[in-house]
């Protein structure tokens, strides 16, 4: 095991905690937010604008890089981190979640996945051996357990089996994984019955793992649906272990699930609402090309004390968008990181000064979701 | 006049110079070559990345920047600086160029041009005295006359009666001009004709100008066509001020023209080039697209010292370009603009070394335009 994880403060009211995460690379504080790096980029940033605007940990896609460059490329690069020339933390997903939702005429058989590439249609294979194959080769410290993400409102006989094949599937993954200097999760699944996700967390920690993570929401369900399968099964997940819950999310999503217990979270909704020209602010989001903000001279953010915010007006960032000059997206998506990386700092201290209903009370006094 | 321009070494054997122009906003080396930054924006870059891989000057283009966002908005925020937050020093063209290259049918009229939106077709007037109030509102320290910029072909009869009107449009624009922090350039048309283009130099000098460029050329014409130009106007050109070559050019033309005594240039080349994945090299330019480069591990260009050629291999910066990801071009154009500018650099120094043939044939012995 390759991370170490520090509970520093139980906040008194509730699950919510702060911590750090220690990896090869350093120290991270939890609650912490992971900008997406699908293809070995965050969309639009360098990675020094990426440290400005994270906790210094990042995700990469396994399934978008193993169709391109090639696991070989990049591991001849020194893995993903040599080949993009990033320094700090970095977490693979197991290519999963994207066999499910983008691959097409997919057939699921014990052995794996086999399916269509979502854009040339050549046929592929992907298995809990080679996921972790491919995964070692990426060469992230935290990597990802290949398994099914069926669609939340799945028939239970059919979520029940497919949380069991997952559950074999994560043992085969774990029996293949090599090295020691990555971390590698279990992924809960279970959809909305608790019976199932139980059963899905009772499995992984019978098989062993050094962090659990929570997959199979933020697929479609309602917010109230995502908050009471995290009510009933972050309290269960170890507590000395971090706690990822996958695809979130939005500010709204990741104070509630903060709230709730979890540590970790990655989303691409920052950098891809930034590329559509929506920022968050203080009061919600605003869509900056609007015909309203053409003669705005106030900053994105006007609370807000990033770059962007310090030296542009929302006049230019619409001018940029209107004129489809990609500084834009790029600002924007600097910008949407720094307010959710802000947010996490907020929730962090709140959690350590046991006020962390007071934060979230005055957030959602102006926040508009 | 806000530009003070100053030769600090004339080469013994040739027409190049190195000096130095003393703006508002600073004191710039030259032969200096500025990157385009068409809507307030030079394509994929920052101000801060401008800033190091240019002289720190920039040009901004009046037809754009009149149609979206407009000059009131712009005006609003202290000028084109103000605006895209650049402390720089500024040019803006005068809108000729666009007008007679992207528009379509314009009538051309003594008063000015008739024309249509070059996209929504709406219908559009430019003149003379209209440049130069939307380059007054512009705000840049460099502005230009308004000219016709004829085919460089066009018959004989039309380009004198051209050269006669673009000396009259020149007139009325000195006339109109208010604003002494800008300094107003005359533009030398003519084609290919040495008497017409000595003509219209005259012209201008009889009305006076601070500064004297050249236009209408890299407008198709062969290599030879345009260096035959330079060859007889440029030493006819004031001494004791700047010459600016508008919309060059490849790093060949660079050096021919800095050998024919001109000291300013500007050019899309280096930015839009990049964004097709088109690179400077010294021995040419690579095509970082293709196959041949999928597992090249070198540096862009092995001999370069800019930020992207020290941190990235080829093949990731191939694999950029073939996921669409727009660091790319971000980070091709930002090498680009540093090969251009180091270029600059090596010339004013083998200028003032007298060593400029040593450092032409050097160059080309190696380099494959």
Known sequence: MSLTFKVHHQHVAS???SGTITLPSGTYQTPLFM?????ATVKTLSVEEINQVSEGIILGNTYHLWLQPGEALIEKHGGIRGFMNFGGGLLTDSGGYQVFSLSNRRVIKEEGVSFKHHKSGEALFLSPEKSIQ??????????MSFDE??????????????VERTSRWAKRGKDTHQRQDQTLFGIIQGGPHEDLRLKSLHDLKAIGFDAYAIGGLSVGESKEEMYRVLDFITPKMPEDKPRYLMGVGTPEDLIEAVERGVDMFDCVNPTRLARHGSAYTLDGRIPIKAALYKDDMRKLDPSCDCHVCQTYTRAYLRHLFK????????LVSYHNLYFLKKLMDQMRRAIEENAFYEFKTAFFARYKP
Do not use: N, W
């Open 15 to 17: 699950e919510a905690r």
């Open 35 to 39: 900008p997406v790096g699908t293809q």
């Open 134 to 143: 491919i995964q070692e080769k990426l060469g992230a410290d935290m990597i």
């Open 149 to 162: 993400c069926p669609p939340f409102h799945a028939d239970y006989a059919y979520m029940k089996a497919s």
């Open 323 to 330: 004129a489809e000059e990609t500084l834009g997206p790029r």
